[in-house]
């Protein structure tokens, strides 16, 4: 999948710095994590994103850094594991299946496992990936009723695109203990099937995880009602072997009864360390220590097939209210892997001298955007308009952000493709080429003058010429309706607060925009922006949001075709919606050759790019790391903000 990737979370971290950096948890108990130069390594979690979601199948507001790439991915990998030293692209080395091979003009795929094992001895098999797709099949199927509490799988899963996976298998089948068969309901790009889709599948221990309740005995469950079922072969159907949808169970039977079970485990966090569940794992490691404030110790899984094994004796993610609090704690040496406040750049020589830090700024395969509210009952209908979307990108100063509050740190985005790490050729000239609406206060005013609006800079600019017209404001806004909007965005970071204060001051003065801003918890932001929006269930009230302070998009796919952004699910921040794009999506999807691949690619680039889609901001880093010169193994860091631990080496 072409995935997206917020930073949500539950609760508020309590954390105190002191001459022993305790870390105590909102319930109640402390933990004492180990202070580095063992071979413990300490890492620093992003201020107010802690893991909240243990089980992989996550539900858009769970599809987080802090759950997926830090947290769970350590413990539970998928059958393609998605970052390669620094590339967007699948690492055969850490992936437990072979090279998929397809055949029948790219509508079969056969997947041979590796001989893995679970930390219980099990082997991991074929059937293991038949009983993830099989809860899968269940919880995305629309006629699955809902299960649990909002954050449950279901139709919501994070990752689900309409009529893309597993929509687009119409079978699946075990042929041997360590391989299966996918059949397709279309001829797909293999690079685009491999890197975007069979990246989003996860093995799942099915000898312990196959129940309904904690205390029940573990069966076949998943197989109860198996969502699709192939007729038997020779029999007369209108379409041959067709592959029929079936009834995929109640909340509390089959395989959505499975998934209701595992969805409340991992709903309760305070077990997550004594759950027996989540110690059966294939990851480099198994979980020791969890508290619901985001406290996390892990120890090296002595079972893990993959290589390198861990040499760390324990790893420990260490929860922050604030970038302050987290400076703190590196000004006292007390992490391993932290990361410098932008305000606080300059003190990097004196982290150096005192604590032997190193800097490593953390670029990743992301984006920063502020997302427009379409279907805002009350102002939708001027973010619709290309010209005002193109004259609001006008008005945001991505060269001044860079220099003046992030003391230089930073790439100036074009487009919804990141340019940067460097990546494939994917990257279209006009995106990898000037900005298509740079910096110019002039031109939006122009903009907005040629499209009736009154434009009264430092004051509240409204519309004169209501209509569809070429000269007129477009379809919905009416006479005199005013250029104001609510702005919501993640707080804790100044240098977001610094660029929204900078861009809300720049509409004014410039172009009589007015921005009413609200910071909120990174969490809310995220809610608020993934609000699982579609024509049938508009976004809400909200207006404009831009949910993290860094990148707040992350492809989670090799290939950024813009599936997720721009579907009808859950991913689709503001809900933009247009047949040419969808159009343009779809031939990246099907494309036969790399030249096919490359052209629609170009076209799918171009048209989001003219049509300003989002309110492009500087793609940041993620963070702006520092480690201590004891460790190696932290670089290249993962450019899908996935870590590795079980590289790290601390020198004695």
Request: a negative charge; one cysteine or more; hydrophobic letters at 35%.
């Amino acid at each position: 999948m072409t995935g997206f990737r917020d930073r949500a979370v539950l609760g508020i971290a309590c954390i105190g710095i002191g001459a022993a950096l305790i870390v105590t948890a909102c319930s109640g108990g402390a933990v004492r994590p180990a202070r580095p130069g063992g071979r413990t390594v300490t890492f620093a979690e992003a201020v107010g994103a802690t893991p909240n979601y243990i089980f992989p199948m996550q539900n858009g507001s769970e599809l987080t850094d802090a759950n997926r790439g830090q947290f769970s991915s350590l413990m539970f990998l998928p059958l393609y594991w998605l970052g390669n030293h620094g590339q967007p692209a699948v690492n055969p080395q850490l992936s437990l299946a072979a090279q998929p091979r397809f055949s029948l003009d790219n509508t079969v795929v056969t997947i041979t496992l590796k001989h893995w094992i679970w930390s219980d001895g099990q082997p991991v098999t074929a059937r293991d990936v038949v009983f993830w797709l099989n809860l899968l099949s269940a919880v995305t199927d629309p006629q699955a009723p809902a299960i649990g509490s909002s954050s449950a799988p279901g139709p919501g899963w994070g990752d689900a695109v309409p009529t893309e996976f597993p929509e687009n298998v119409v079978s699946y089948r075990q042929t041997s203990t360590y391989s299966l068969v996918l059949h397709l309901n279309a001829s797909y790009n293999p690079t685009w099937f491999l890197d975007n889709e069979l990246t989003q599948i996860y093995p799942l221990p099915v000898q312990s995880w196959d129940r309904l309740s904690a205390g029940g005995p573990v069966g076949a469950y998943d197989q109860t009602a198996q969502p699709r079922i192939l007729l038997p072969t020779g029999k007369t159907q209108p379409c041959g072997d067709c592959y029929v949808p079936q009834n995929p169970g109640t909340a509390s039977s089959g395989a959505l009864g499975v998934a209701q079970f595992l969805n409340s485990q991992s709903e309760d966090t305070s077990t997550y360390d004594t759950n027996p569940l989540w110690q059966v794992v294939d990851g480099p490691f198994h979980l020791s220590q969890f508290t619901t404030s985001g406290f996390v110790k892990m120890l090296p899984n002595k079972s893990y097939s993959g290589t390198p094994k861990p040499q760390v004796s324990a790893f420990e993610e260490l929860p922050f209210t604030s970038d302050t609090a987290e400076y703190n704690a590196l000004n006292q040496g007390a992490l391993t892997i932290g990361y410098v406040p932008p305000q606080d750049l300059g003190q990097l020589g004196s982290l150096a001298r005192r604590q032997g830090y190193r800097y490593a700024p953390w670029y990743v395969f992301g984006l920063n955007l502020i997302a427009y509210n379409f279907t805002n009952p009350s102002v939708g209908s001027i973010f619709q308009q290309q010209y005002f979307r193109a004259a609001l990108q006008e008005l945001i100063d991505q060269p001044q952000y860079i220099s003046a509050f992030q003391h230089g740190e930073g790439k100036i985005e074009n487009g919804l493709v990141p340019t940067y790490p460097p990546h494939d050729p994917f990257v279209s000239p006009l995106e990898a080429g000037q900005q298509v609406y740079p910096y110019d206060p002039a031109r939006a005013v122009s903009l907005l003058k040629a499209h009736g609006w009154a434009v009264r800079p430092g004051g509240t600019s409204v519309c004169l010429r209501p209509g569809n017209g070429a000269g007129d404001c477009g379809a919905g806004v009416h006479l005199g309706q005013a250029a104001t909007f609510n702005m919501l965005y993640a707080s804790g970071s100044s240098a977001l607060t610094n660029e929204m204060e900078a861009l809300q001051s720049s509409l004014s003065s410039k172009a009589g925009i007015t921005l009413q801003l609200k910071g909120a918890p990174v969490a809310q932001a995220i809610g608020v922006a993934f609000g699982n929006c579609s024509p049938t269930n508009p976004c809400g009230n909200w207006q404009m949001v831009d949910w993290y302070p860094t990148d707040g998009w992350t492809w989670l796919g090799g290939l950024p075709t813009g599936g997720v952004m721009f579907s009808n699910g859950g991913a689709n921040a503001g809900d933009f919606t247009s047949a040419t794009l969808s159009a343009d999506i779809a031939a990246t999807h099907t494309a036969t050759s790399q030249l096919a691949e490359e052209q629609a690619m170009y076209r799918y680039e171009d048209y989001s790019v003219r049509q300003a889609i989002f309110g492009m901001l500087p793609n940041l880093p993620y963070q702006l790391t520092v480690y201590k010169k004891s460790l190696s193994g932290l670089l290249p860091q993962g450019v899908f903000t996935e870590i590795y631990p079980q590289d790290y080496v601390v020198a004695r």
